[in-house]
């Protein structure tokens, strides 16, 4: 595959997964190549190709002559999920603790504030999607602070899986919104005053938010 074909086929794989993640395709809908080549305005190869990769990794499942199904997120794998974010996220702050510069501090509190700030506003699905990118770029940065990029890359793969079993169960099965506590500004304040301790038991607190105020309304 020459290089301009498997930046398509990337963009194209980038998109899919985009409107995946974000909850634009219905659980029970199939996707099919001729739909996504007129959607993305590109041809089967790059379409295919991306379709064949999200297969390998669990995203969709091919339905012989019908389509590609989006993989249901099991329950199990939502609790393997928030078990390895505490797991990683707790390692990377302590990684970060020593890393963090009050740029770093300065960047995390405003995106504590404009979580802060939507979540005080409106209860829409468009800004139910923007709560959740906050929160994922919070963590994800603050992740990222620890230098290790593997336990980056993970834990941003796991996000994505969080995402889709969030918007699955949350807004289509049962209309929940997201939490509308947070507890990113207690985080920020322990990295400021170095006190890692109440850091991390903030961090811990905003992660099993979900498990205290979603998790036990479903199952």
């Not at 974000?22 to 790059?46: C, G, H, W, Y």
């Not at 939490?179 to 890692?196: A, W």
Request: net charge neutral; with cysteine; charged share 30%.
């Amino acid at each position: 595959m020459s290089d301009s074909n498997n930046t398509l086929k990337s963009q194209t794989y980038e998109k899919i997964l985009k409107m995946i993640i974000n909850n634009e395709f219905a659980i029970d809908s199939l996707l099919v190549e001729s739909q996504l080549t007129k959607m993305f305005n590109v041809s089967r190869a790059p379409v295919r190709e991306a379709l064949i990769e999200l297969c390998r990794e669990d995203v969709l499942k091919n339905i012989p002559r019908a389509g590609y199904q989006i993989v249901r997120i099991s329950e199990k794998q939502m609790r393997d999920a928030f078990q390895l974010r505490l797991i990683l996220e707790l390692e990377g702050c302590r990684l970060a603790f020593d890393r963090i510069s009050e740029a770093n501090i300065e960047e995390l509190t405003g995106i504590a504030a404009d979580s802060d700030r939507i979540r005080a506003e409106g209860k829409s699905s468009d800004s139910l999607d923007l709560k959740m990118r906050l929160n994922d770029k919070f963590h994800l940065r603050l992740n990222e602070l620890s230098g290790n990029a593997l336990m980056h890359k993970t834990l941003t793969e796991t996000f994505n899986l969080i995402r889709r079993g969030l918007a699955q169960v949350m807004i289509q099965e049962y209309g929940i919104p997201s939490p509308d506590i947070t507890f990113h500004t207690g985080l920020v304040q322990g990295l400021k005053e170095r006190n890692l301790k109440a850091a991390l038991k903030n961090l811990e607190d905003d992660i099993l938010v979900y498990k205290q105020n979603v998790w036990s309304r479903i199952f």
